[in-house]
């Protein structure tokens, strides 16, 4: 099942003991938080209270209209027709920014030039993003057939000072974003931006790594959902290239960057980046996301299957 990007509350341990419980079929409020809580006797009116407290905001249980607890079936995601020309791939269009998403019956014949794709890029105060470090700028390229819908950039008050090597590297201060909102005070616009979508960055693990940890402390809810990561397509596609970094690659299929290692401009250049691996895709025969996604589990297989005398170091492909 192909995944959209979408947030919810991170897991705790009573929310997993409910699912748990649940899965084995609906209980009555009582029952229930008597095993996830372990308070028996707990009177009817109290332990509806404790249910509603306990899933708020969860939309994996709902209340049935027996009143008893149940896991909610998963949402039945919907296939949009778009009528939107690729021929301005700079139109902008932010009132028809609807995602879309196949359902599992139609996954198959979906191409993959039809889905939502949100191409992101972070610019942050180092590599630890559930330690010490913080976005400073974020961009966000909402892409569908072929063209630009919508885009989102913002520089981001850290919290924290930004160490002097990465101030060289991106040509972000302190002084340029002490004024800047806090990631927080973004997630109102950002959240909605992804949901629905497939997330893709350059070495996204990195992207989505610092995005997943700011909404997660500014929220209390867990980014999930489906990623590409344009190094990974790029690395089975043009093998013959040494490197798959991004300056690499925007040589190869001269693209021109703006502002490089500014999250705009190499969220812009990914986005175009992304449009160039898709062609090569359909060139290969290769039209639907799930295609796709086979086909690089199956270069994934093939790696892992190689006996390595040494660690693998990093290579030119690990630079973004």
Known sequence: MIEGTSVRLADTDLALRARELLAAGPMDAVTLIARVCRMSGTPAVVAEHLALTLFAGRREFERGDDGRWRLAPPPRRVVRESHASSAHPELWDTGAAEPRFPSAESRSSTPLRALDYVVVDVETTGSCAWRSDRITEIAIVHVRDGRT?????????????????????????????????????????????????????????????????????????????????????????????????????????????????R??????????????????????????????????????????GRRRAMPRGMTRDDVA
């Open 149 to 261: 819908v919508e885009q989102f950039e913002s520089l981001v008050n850290p919290g924290r000072s930004i160490p002097p090597v990465v101030s060289a590297l991106t040509n972000i201060t302190w002084d340029m974003v002490r004024h800047a909102p806090k990631f927080g005070e973004l997630c109102d616009h950002i959240v909605p931006m992804l949901s629905g979508k497939v997330f893709v960055a350059h070495n996204a693990e990195f992207d989505w790594r610092f995005v997943t940890a700011e909404i997660a402390r500014a929220t209390g809810q867990r980014l999930e959902g489906e990623r590409l990561c344009t190094v990974r397509l790029a690395r089975r596609l043009l093998p013959h290239l040494r490197s798959r970094g991004l300056d690499s690659l925007a040589h190869y299929y001269g693209i021109a960057i703006q502002n490089r290692h």
């Open 263 to 304: 999250a705009g401009g190499d969220a812009r250049a990914t986005a175009t980046l992304l449009f160039r691996l898709l062609a090569e895709l359909s060139d290969q025969g290769c039209v639907t996301f799930e295609g796709m996604r086979e086909l690089l589990a199956r270069r994934a297989a093939r790696r892992r």
